[in-house]
């Protein structure tokens, strides 16, 4: 049987709406990641963190997840901490971004899928912005497999490193909260991200 791993990286946010302190809204992201993770079926969930924000894992995950400390917050580094002794086996792992509250669990689900056929999956982030929603990979890794950054790397950079750019899967993408053009796409019709939802609704008009 194909052991499947997801994995919020909590790495560090660069904006926070006007009126809310940075680290309440990195808190609020992460709560409401973490909780999607949880819903998700025929998975496994995790967190990544720095060394200096066990903090933040401490404060979003629920009893029982398993935290990956990592040198920096990177899918590489998550992918070394998986493939280490320490650790149980996986065969196949997804890393997230952890400021995409809102994200659907088919969307997650969909960056594992091409994985049955593909060594590595990214999933883009929506409206065309830098960087990426998640990248997958069967473990071990590919050797090819460049440093990828969830801030910067675009799926064609990963594409350009394979031996064939077939090897990398592109799925769907979702937005990133990383700005005010990404927080006014938000439905609030749509359920789910109440940490996030009840940090909005209280700050300041």
């Not at 593909?118 to 069967?138: E, F, M, Q, T, W």
Request: charged letters at 20%; proline letters at 12%.
């Amino acid at each position: 049987m194909v052991r499947r791993v997801v994995v919020a990286l909590l790495g560090p946010v660069s904006w926070s709406p006007p009126g809310i302190e940075p680290a309440r809204w990195r808190t609020a992201l992460a709560e409401d990641v973490v909780d999607l993770l949880a819903t998700l079926n025929e998975v496994e969930t995790a967190v990544a963190v720095t060394p200096e924000d066990r903090w933040l894992a401490a404060a979003v995950v629920w009893p029982g997840t398993p935290v990956y400390e990592v040198p920096e917050p990177t899918p590489n580094a998550v992918f070394a901490a998986l493939t280490g002794d320490d650790w149980p086996a996986f065969d196949q792992v997804a890393v997230v971004a952890a400021d995409a509250p809102d994200v659907p669990g088919l969307t997650l689900g969909k960056l594992l899928r091409p994985l049955s056929s593909r060594p590595v999956a990214v999933a883009p982030v929506d409206g065309g912005g830098p960087g990426l929603l998640g990248v997958a990979a069967r473990l071990p890794v590919p050797a090819w497999l460049p440093a990828v950054h969830l801030d910067t790397t675009a799926p064609a950079e990963v594409r350009r490193a394979a031996p064939s750019p077939g090897d990398v899967a592109v799925g769907a993408g979702w937005r990133r909260l990383r700005g005010p053009a990404d927080l006014a796409t938000l439905d609030l019709a749509v359920e789910g991200w109440e940490a996030t939802r009840a940090l909005l609704s209280a700050r300041p008009a």
